[in-house]
Every structure is written in structure tokens, then in C-alpha cells.
């Protein structure tokens, strides 16, 4: 088994700049892909960011050129650089892994970590 930990949300102004963080602990995976998702009460889940194995990067639309996902090898941790957040960014953030292409369904996630833009 896999277990994440998201950390790092909190409340941020418009403009500003937070990182949120996920540790990986567990199992590892030769080929992975890991991702940032959020979700706000009452709406499905919204893929963000995903990063794999071969260093591939894909970004939402919604967050594409003001968020920033990062991992510098398979042992730390994932992040997510968020630079001048909206408040239609306010969400739990949640940070998800496969042992696959980034294509496959996502099913081990973290706790999820609030962030709140005013």
C-alpha cells in the first residue's frame, strides 16, 4: 500500500502564492503517474496536475500557466506551486497516485488539504 499526506494548505489573498506539499510512504511503483486534484462540496472531483515517472507534465486549462507541479525524483515529495490563486480556486486539494500511465484511474489519495483564497 501507498499512503499520501498532503500539507501546506491554508488561506491565501488574490495574487498570492502557496505550495501545497504530498509525501509518499509505502510501497513504491517502477512506473507511476501522481497527481493534484480539488474539489469543492456538492461538485465532482477536478484533475489538476499530473506528473509521471518519465517526468511527463499535463495541466488543466484552469490552472495552466499560474500552477506548478513539481517532483524532483521518486523519493520526494509532490508539489504543487500555486501562484496567484482566485477565489474560484478555494477547494480541498488532494493529492492522488497510480501505478501506471496517467491515463489510469486514479484510486490511492491523501487526506486532502484545504486552501482558501480571499
Known amino acids: 500500500h501507498v499512503q499520501l499526506v498532503e500539507s501546506g494548505g491554508g488561506s491565501v489573498q488574490t495574487g498570492g502564492s502557496l505550495r501545497l506539499s504530498c509525501a509518499a510512504s509505502g510501497r513504491t511503483y517502477t512506473n507511476w503517474c501522481m497527481g493534484w486534484f480539488r474539489q469543492v462540496p456538492g461538485k465532482e472531483r477536478e484533475g489538476l496536475a499530473t506528473?509521471?515517472?518519465?517526468?511527463?507534465?499535463a495541466y488543466a486549462d484552469s490552472v495552466k500557466g499560474r500552477f506548478t507541479i513539481s517532483k524532483d525524483n521518486a523519493k520526494n515529495p509532490l508539489y504543487l506551486q500555486m501562484n496567484s490563486p482566485k477565489p474560484e480556486d478555494t477547494a480541498m486539494y488532494y493529492c492522488g497516485i497510480t501505478g501506471g500511465s496517467c491515463a489510469d484511474h486514479f484510486r490511492i489519495w491523501g487526506q486532502g488539504t484545504q486552501v482558501t483564497v480571499s
Open positions: 506528473i509521471d515517472s518519465k517526468g511527463r507534465i
